[in-house]
C-alpha cells in the first residue's frame, strides 16, 4: 500500500514592525474607513531591513520542524513557494536549505503566486505518496512588500510580509492530504503581475522610470475571477476526496479580502464561522496566508488532530486551487530533537562548505596549471 502524506508540524513567523492603516493614510490617499470596509484589513507587518523571503521562511521551518519533532537531517525535500523570491537563481529554497543545514534535502521554489502554497503542498504530498521521499517541509514566505509601488493606493494597502511551514511526513494511516485540485488560466496573466525584472522585459532605465518592476493589479479582474473560483474548486477537491460539504469542519482561505471569503462562504452555503479569517492583522501574505492562518487556527483550538479541513486559493497567473486534508498533529517522538539548534550547526556546516569549495578550486588550479 502506498504511504499517506500527514501533516505533522507547522509554523509560522511575522516579522515584529506593524504597519496600520491610519499609518498608511500618512502615506497614500486613503483612509481606514475604505481599507476596512473594502478589504478588512487593519494592519499588516513589514519586513525590516536585516530580514529576507529566506530568514523568514527559514524561521517558520525551523518552528514547524520543532512541532513534528524532526531535525533538518531527516528532510528530503524542501519546496518554498514564493512570490517574492530572493533572486531569480539561486531559488530561495537553496538558500533555506542552507541555513537549516538540511544535507540530504533537494530544494526548489514554486512559483504559483498565492496558490503557491497548495500546488506546493500538492507536489510534496505526492512525492510522498510514491513513496520516493519520507519527509518534506513546504514553505509559504513573502516580502512582498519590497515589490509594492507605495504611491499606488489600489495595492500598496493590500499586501504584508511574513511566513509559514508546513512539515509533512509518510504515514501508514488513511489520513493527512485526502485530495487537491490545481488550476490555471494564463490569459488572465495581465490582470496581476510584476512586469520587468525577468528575461521579458529585462531591468532597464526604462522600466525603472514606468514603475514595470513594481506589482500591478487590475483589482475588479481578480475579485471577480476570485469570487468565481473559490467556491468551484473547493467543491471540487471536496468530491475528489469523496467527501460532503457537511464533512469538513473548517476552511481556510486564502487571506485576500473578507469580502471574497464571504462571497466563498456564500457560495458553498456554509456559514461565515466555519472559514477561518485573519487577514485583519496580516493582510494578503500571498503563499503565506494559509499556513499562518493555519497555525492561529490550531492555536485557537479551531483545529484538531482527526479534523477535515479545505485550504483554498487564487491568485496571480491566474491560478487557483483547494487541497482537502484530514488532520494528523505530530508522529508520536523518540528522542527529542531541538531544531532551533541546528541554526549554528549549519552555520558552521555552510562556512566548512564554503571553505573547502575555495580549497578546492586551488587544487584544481595548481593541477591545470601543471598540466
Ligand atoms: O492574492 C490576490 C491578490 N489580489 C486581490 O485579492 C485583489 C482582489 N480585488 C480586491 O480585493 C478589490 O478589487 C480591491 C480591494 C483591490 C478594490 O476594491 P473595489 O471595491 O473593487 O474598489 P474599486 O477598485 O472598484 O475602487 C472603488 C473606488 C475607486 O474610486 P472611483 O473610481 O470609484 O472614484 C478607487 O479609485 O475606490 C478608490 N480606491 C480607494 N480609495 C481609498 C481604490 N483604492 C483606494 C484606497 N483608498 N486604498
Known sequence: MSPHAHITGWGMYVPERVMTNADLEKIVDTNDEWIVSRTGIRERRIASDEETTASLATEAALRALEVANLSPSDIDLIIVATSSPEHLFPATACLVQDRLGAGKAGAFDLLAACSGFIFALDMAAQAIRSGSIQNAVVIGSETLTRMLDWNDRNTCILFGDGAGAFVLQAGEDPAGVLSSVMRSDGSGGDALSIPAGGSRFPTSIETLQNGLHFLQMDGREVYRFATRVMSQVTQEAIESAHLKIEDI??????????????????????????????????????????????????????????????????????????????WSGPFPGRRKVYPARYRYYARLRSWMLRILRRLDAIIWGGLHREK
Not at 479580502?257 to 464571504?262: G, K, S, Y
Not at 458553498?268 to 493582510?283: A, W
Open 249 to 326: 469542519q473548517l476552511i481556510i482561505p486564502h487571506q485576500a479580502n473578507l469580502r471574497i471569503i464571504e462571497a466563498a462562504a456564500r457560495g458553498l452555503k456554509v456559514p461565515l464561522e466555519r472559514c477561518f479569517i485573519n487577514l485583519d492583522r496580516y493582510g494578503n501574505t500571498s503563499t503565506a496566508s494559509i499556513p499562518i492562518a493555519t497555525c492561529e487556527a490550531i492555536e485557537q483550538g479551531r483545529l484538531k488532530p482527526g479534523d477535515k479541513v479545505v485550504f483554498v486559493g487564487f491568485g496571480a497567473g491566474l491560478t487557483w486551487g483547494a487541497a482537502v486534508v484530514q
